[in-house]
């Protein structure tokens, strides 16, 4: 990632991937927690799991775009304002946000074809199961997609709770250089 010591806050086209993988990784669990409002076979069920994969296959595409936007963008050195450890805390932390934000929708999409069925991208693009069926496997894999998926919103709090104890008790740029220009003042 090569850095720029003029710049002070990461690029506007990083920022909106930020946002918009906080904003997907919110519905893409938050969602699921309606299914127990509707009976099973239920079109309110269908719409919750259509727009939890949707929602997921998105998470794919913003970390595909994002990726490289943070390996080859010019971004800012790391803040003066913080430490060497706390440095390599962030990096590894991102590193496990990264691995999780990959894994989780992938192994979703596992399970999905396990279970026999399609995943739908918002109705404009279907990929089939190209795998038969499994239900004892896919009962095992939705453990490990339940885990991950747990892990990755525990990391990305703790991530928020990070930048929020940088910005009200620090009090230093950390999360500045991540908030859109009107917020960042």
Do not use: C
């Amino acid at each position: 990632m090569p850095t720029d010591p003029q710049l002070s806050r990461y690029g506007a086209s990083l920022r909106a991937l930020h946002w918009l993988t906080v904003l997907s990784i919110i519905v893409v669990f938050g969602v699921t927690y309606l299914e127990s409002l509707f009976a099973r076979g239920a079109p309110g069920r269908a719409a919750v799991w259509w727009t939890h994969i949707s929602v997921g296959l998105l998470l794919i595409a913003l970390v595909a775009a994002r990726i490289p936007v943070r390996i080859l963008g010019r971004h800012p050195a790391p803040s003066a304002q913080v430490s060497r450890p706390v440095q390599t805390a962030s990096h590894v932390m991102h590193g496990l946000l990264y691995l999780l934000l990959i894994a989780t929708p992938l192994v979703g999409i596992y399970l999905a074809f396990l279970r026999g069925n399609a995943v739908s991208f918002f109705s404009l693009f279907t990929i089939p199961s190209p795998i038969p069926v499994d239900r004892p496997t896919a009962r095992q894999v939705q453990e490990v997609h339940e885990w991950l998926a747990n892990g990755l919103v525990i990391l990305a709090v703790l991530h928020a709770a990070a930048a929020a104890v940088h910005h009200v008790v620090l009090k230093d740029d950390v999360l500045k250089r991540m908030l859109p220009e009107r917020l960042a003042r």
